[in-house]
């Protein structure tokens, strides 16, 4: 799987394996089990990072880690991805958003890795490394991901 990185020009390639393992170090501080890490992996291709990763933000594993408590999750956010704490203006700015949006967590955490793109792009990071599909197939954007269809070759769709 090819993924760009913000802080660079060049093209690498990742394992969604290891980049699920890698978020379930960082955030959850375990390793993922066979059972998740297939769910997840199968997310990162269907779905792309950004909500994979939302998702495994949003888990309950997660939001218990924190006091399963709103002010927690979000103390959370910032500390995991942002590498900060949050002022107390940002605090009650994503904590009113978290009760507006009805508690979902993943919904939160998917807004947040969003707003903190230009953060981490000041950095040289990103939250997620941005998805290019593969050569083989061509691609367009979707509500829910890429739709997929095999690359044109020689005039006509086909290996």
Not at 29 to 45: C, H, I, K, T, Y
Not at 70 to 91: H, I, K, N
């Amino acid at each position: 799987m090819l993924f760009l990185s913000t802080g660079s020009a060049r093209a690498q390639y990742y394992d969604p394996a290891q980049l699920v393992q890698s978020w379930y170090a960082r955030y959850l501080g375990r390793q993922a089990d066979p059972g998740g890490l297939s769910v997840w992996v199968q997310q990162v291709r269907s779905f792309g990072p950004v909500q994979a990763q939302a998702g495994i933000l949003g888990s309950d594993e997660y939001y218990a880690r924190h006091g399963s408590r709103p002010e927690g999750f979000v103390q959370g956010l910032y500390a995991d991805v942002l590498g900060r704490t949050a002022s107390r203006r940002e605090m009650h700015s994503w904590v009113s958003r978290f009760l507006v949006d009805g508690g979902n967590r993943t919904q939160l955490a998917q807004e947040f890795l969003g707003a903190a793109q230009p953060a981490l792009a000041q950095q040289g990071l990103a939250p997620a490394p941005t998805y290019v599909p593969a050569p083989a197939y061509g691609a367009y954007p979707a509500p829910y991901g890429y739709y997929y269809y095999p690359a044109r070759r020689w005039g006509r769709y086909g290996w």
